[in-house]
């Protein structure tokens, strides 16, 4: 078979699938940024030439269900063809974290990448004051976002203005629900959480407010987000050297039984069509 004729098939291919699925954000990278790699991927791998050709990169439709801070590991979820209109609506759902504190220390993006604005004595926590404290955090509560995040203001990230060095004032605070807190492990100044949260939440502003509450500070050290919806970090996210059109193809159809109903694989499974819908804006 010629090499033209399986570049189409795969292009073709390519801009069949649709649905959702999930990839490994790892450390260090943006969200946006692994969507990016991620699409280049796909387009090198179907032949699709990109560089003097925007318009074909923009003809393949893929957005994500929810940032993850740069610092932050785990379960990116990924909207294709159509799935990117099912971003907002299934996504709606909980989200589970893991995240490492650090006790006596806070920073101004309340994680490990900021600098360090205050610092306090820790040792007259014990595990019982960090438990008990959690009971707290637990339910519908109310919460200030970071400073440093992806909320906007006058259509600009906070974070970006921050990094300008713009006065930004902080958000008021806004009800959000968390659905389980646990203290995991207790190693001072180290704590380990595990947290199931609905949308709109922030575990750097947990991890802040629960240091205040022991009249301490804390900031994040590790976090990883292990369950977004349905889809879950050990058995969905596809690491980097899966990145390929066919597994993404087997993804989706494995992801999409998870959705009951008219959301179902059935409706968003992988098809041939005669003509590929081209969009021109990525979600």
């Known amino acids: 078979m010629a090499t033209g004729e399986l570049g189409g098939r795969s292009a073709e291919k390519l801009f069949s699938l649709s649905g959702l699925f999930a990839v490994y954000k790892p450390k260090g990278r943006t969200s946006a940024a692994v969507l990016n790699l991620l699409k280049e991927r796909l387009l090198a791998e179907a032949g699709v030439q990109t560089k003097h050709n925007k318009r074909k990169r923009q003809a393949l439709k893929i957005g994500h269900g929810g940032t993850l801070d740069s610092a932050a590991t785990g379960v990116l979820v990924v ?55 959690l009971q707290k955090f637990t339910g519908d509560i109310m919460q200030v976002p970071p400073l440093y995040s992806a909320l906007k203001k006058d259509g600009e990230r906070l974070s970006t203005l921050m990094k300008r060095g713009e006065a930004v004032e902080a958000k008021p605070a806004r009800p959000v629900r968390v659905y389980s807190l646990s203290l995991q492990q207790f190693q001072p100044p180290l704590f380990t959480l595990d947290i199931e949260c609905g949308g709109g939440f922030y575990v750097r502003s947990l991890v802040s407010d629960i240091g205040k509450e022991l009249s301490t500070c804390a900031s994040i050290q590790e976090l990883t987000r292990t369950k977004h919806g349905p889809f879950t ?10 990145w390929t059109i066919d597994e993404i193809a087997q993804s989706l159809e494995h992801c999409m039984s998870l959705f009951p109903g008219e959301q179902s694989h059935k409706k968003f499974k992988t098809e041939l069509p005669e003509e590929t819908a081209v969009s021109r804006e990525d979600k």
């Open 79 to 133: 909207g294709i063809g159509k799935g990117t209109k099912l971003l907002k609506t299934i996504l709606a759902g909980s989200k589970k974290y893991t995240a490492i504190g650090l006790l006596g220390r806070a920073t101004d993006t309340l994680d490990a990448t900021g600098k360090v604005t205050e610092e306090k004595p820790y040792d007259q926590v014990t595990k019982t004051d960090l438990e008990n404290v």
């Open 233 to 242: 970090l050990e058995e969905h996210a596809l690491h980097e050297d899966r």
